[in-house]
């Protein structure tokens, strides 16, 4: 079974900052998917960022960048020029690299941005 | 607009009655998704189809029931034999011609008293 721990319940930073947030996950599969999700206070889950494990080049989608380690099964996001509409849950996920396989889901940070 | 729709956004229920929470899709996605989120809990898997007249339990499957006699719909029933049904319910849907990324709609929030 893949476990995906997120260590940090909260965390704030003021606008234009950059702020990572971690994730380390369990598994021992060798090719699967992560990402990172966003659920603003709307609760519509939103899709930031998908890496592939069989792509060593980190995923990079405009201010919102991974540093995916794959040895220390580790799945860190950069959110680069914090804006305002960033305050939201963010949500580490896991899936197999089989077809239709399911999410397994960290307990989600707060992030918080501030003027 | 295709897209994922669940009705409606919130639910009220008396408890020791048996609910169902519907999820539309017209994404002509093969597969659908149910989760349940709890403050502090992230989302957690309840059942999910793969195909139509298919679907297998996710990790707390025990109180709910699904049917999948549709492509489009995958309702779920939240029965009086779940003990704890007051949450948000997410329903998603994905298919390989997206890379089987999931697609969430915009969640009923059930409260049971």
């Known amino acids: 079974a893949q476990t995906v721990t997120q260590s940090q319940p909260e965390m704030s930073v003021q606008e234009a900052e950059t702020v990572t947030l971690s994730c380390t996950y369990d598994?021992?599969?060798?090719?699967?998917?992560l990402f990172w999700y966003k659920q603003p206070p709307s609760r519509q889950m939103i899709l930031v960022i998908r890496?592939?494990?069989?792509?060593?080049q980190n995923a990079t989608e405009n201010r919102f960048s991974v540093n995916f380690q794959k040895a220390a099964k580790s799945f860190s996001l950069k959110i680069s020029d914090s804006q305002l509409g960033d305050t939201a849950m963010y949500f580490c996920?896991?899936?197999?690299?089989?077809?239709?396989?399911?999410?397994?889901f960290g307990k989600g940070t707060m992030l918080l941005v501030s003027p | 607009d295709g897209g994922i729709t669940q009705s409606p956004k919130y639910l009220f229920r008396k408890e020791g009655q048996n609910v169902t929470l519907s999820c539309e899709q017209n994404?002509?996605?093969?597969?659908m998704y149910w989760y349940r989120q709890d403050p502090g809990q992230g989302l957690r898997l309840i059942y999910y189809?793969?195909?139509?007249?298919?679907?297998q339990k996710g990790d707390i499957a025990e109180g709910y029931s699904v049917s999948r006699e549709k492509k489009e719909s995958f309702p779920l029933t939240v029965t009086s034999a779940q003990k704890n049904p007051t949450a948000f319910y997410l329903c998603?849907?994905?298919?390989?011609?997206?890379?089987?990324?999931?697609?969430f709609g915009p969640g009923t929030r059930l409260t049971v008293t």
């Open positions: 998603a849907s994905s298919a390989e011609a997206v890379g089987y990324e999931q697609y």
């Open positions: 189809s793969q195909i139509v007249n298919d679907f």
């Open positions: 994404l002509n996605h093969d597969a």
């Open positions: 598994t021992s599969e060798n090719n699967y998917y």
């Open positions: 996920a896991f899936m197999k690299h089989v077809q239709y396989s399911t999410l397994t």
């Open positions: 890496q592939e494990a069989y792509k060593q």
